[in-house]
């Protein structure tokens, strides 16, 4: 147990670029407090000052004490301190001191089980490591020791070993209600800080939109799918929805609508909310690598998913037709993979294509030609790039056959059906499933192509009418 939060806690540093954070466990019983900070003594702060006799070390003394341990302290992420908070460890003015040496950051964690849980503030505290149930109001004071604004956090992070969701939404409960025995007829003075059944369904259909072309029932084929865009805004637009999602599981549970919580998968959900995350993470990374800023953190990223390219120019018009030969050969393959060739941007962009080097000779082109031609065709390369990326995932939608992808965006294309993905999709599925009964249980209906086509237009018309608002 204590490996995984120093682990995790080292991992928070790195994430949020902050290695002044600090953190404390909340042990199951003062027997556990004491014999975790015991594992950490020997395994972790040893390690730094092993003739150390005291309760917990300070990183600066260390240094002084033994310089030549410097090269080993370079990551300043680790967890190198600690210190045992009960009341029967130490006198009064003891324990006293190691809070404020925790204040002041000189210790990284604090080991407690019922002292510091309220009253307690310190803005640095930003990771708390729950191990037991806490009840009532003292839950909620715990849970906010972590709550306070402290540079760049707005919020702080709880890791629940003990399971305390009935607890913390029995007392969330209670609260409310106590707050509306309060107020009264003031109460509705009070509800736009609430939202109402219909407005949590209305989000949620709005997040299914949004999210509909993903595949949210798999965390690492939804990767797959993400890991594919490029666009900053609209990584940011799929995190927003994935975060509103936590947000309305939280107003769910508040406030007893326990049967939206069949709506959408709001657990899977929040796993994705990470992958969502750490990819929108690493494109902020590569924009700031190629926009020349300087980030302390750059480092702390894994800089082997980003690509560096390097061109050593020599005869410049034989790179840069060779650069431009290699660009119109990547998007005339981007092209050739497109599996729906009646796509009207498709057909947009080979056009163009073809219109670049129609009777022209790549050999006889000028620098100036080449240079505009190259900045075309990667425009080209990009767009067709992100035209299969969405085909391939309508395309998995439908289990990935393409002719159902391709039916839905010819329909998605026409003016007088509605604009709403999820609403195509759910027609079309009804159509393919009610078909495949009819065939199934009526075999001699596909030898009667008239009959055939008449109980198919039927089909449709009742599904889309089902189906489309």
């Known amino acids: ?48 000052f092993p003739h150390a006799n005291n309760d917990y070390y300070d990183a600066e003394m260390v240094a002084e004490l033994m310089p030549t341990y410097g090269e080993k302290r370079k990551d300043a992420s680790k967890v190198k301190s600690a210190a045992l908070i009960l009341h029967d460890i130490g006198n009064k003015e003891e324990r006293k001191q190691k809070v404020e040496d925790f204040k002041d950051g000189k210790i990284d964690f604090l080991f407690v089980y019922n002292m510091l849980l309220t009253g ?12 037991r149930i806490i009840r009532d109001h003292n839950l909620l004071q715990a849970l906010t020791r972590v709550n306070r604004t402290y540079k760049k956090f707005k919020y702080g992070f709880v ?22 025995a309060e107020l009264g007829d003031e109460m509705e003075h009070y509800s736009s800080l609430f939202k109402s059944r219909e407005e949590i369904e209305e989000e949620i259909q709005a997040i299914k939109e949004l ?40 107003l ?32 902020n ?55 729906d060739k009646k796509d009207p941007e498709f057909i947009s962009l080979k056009e163009e294509l073809q219109r670049l080097f129609k009777n022209k000779n790549l050999n006889e082109v000028t ?35 393409a002719k159902y992808e391709r039916i839905h965006k010819r329909l998605m294309q026409n003016d007088d059906l509605s604009k709403m993905k999820s609403e195509v999709y759910a027609a079309l599925c009804d159509v393919k499933k009610e078909t495949d009964e009819q065939v199934l249980h009526n075999n001699s209906i596909l030898e009667n192509e008239d009959y055939f086509n008449r109980v198919m237009l039927t089909t449709v018309f009742n599904q889309f009418k089902k189906n489309i608002t």
């Open 1 to 48: 147990m204590l490996d995984y939060i120093v682990k995790d806690f080292e991992k928070s540093r790195l994430l949020f670029d902050e290695n002044s954070i600090g953190g404390m466990v909340i042990c199951d019983s003062s027997d556990q407090a004491k014999m975790m900070f015991e594992i950490f003594e020997s395994k972790y702060a040893q390690q730094i």
């Open 120 to 131: 307690f503030d310190s803005p640095r505290l930003k990771k708390l490591y729950l191990g």
């Open 159 to 180: 890791v629940d070993f003990a399971d305390i969701s009935k607890e913390f939404d029995d007392t969330n409960k209670a609260y409310f209600e106590e707050l509306q």
């Open 211 to 250: 999210l509909f072309s993903f595949d949210t029932t798999n965390a690492e084929i939804f990767s797959q799918q993400i890991n594919q865009i490029q666009d900053v805004k609209k990584m940011q637009e799929i995190k927003k929805a994935l975060g509103d999602a936590k947000s309305l599981y939280n």
């Open 252 to 283: 769910i549970r508040l406030f007893g609508h326990n049967e939206l919580l069949e709506k959408i998968d709001f657990a899977k959900l929040n796993l994705l909310y990470r992958e969502a995350s750490n990819h929108l993470n690493l494109l």
């Open 285 to 339: 990374q590569k924009s700031a690598l190629e926009s020349g800023d300087d980030n302390a953190n750059i480092l702390n990223y894994a800089l082997e998913d980003i690509l560096f390219k390097f061109t050593k120019i020599g005869e410049e018009e034989l790179v840069l037709a060779d650069k431009l030969k290699n660009t119109l050969k990547r998007t005339r393959e981007a092209l050739a993979g497109n599996f």
């Open 367 to 401: 620098q100036d030609e080449m240079n505009k031609n190259i900045a075309t065709l990667e425009k080209i390369h990009e767009k067709i790039k992100e035209i299969n990326r969405e085909n391939e995932l309508l395309k998995h939608k439908y289990q990935n056959d």
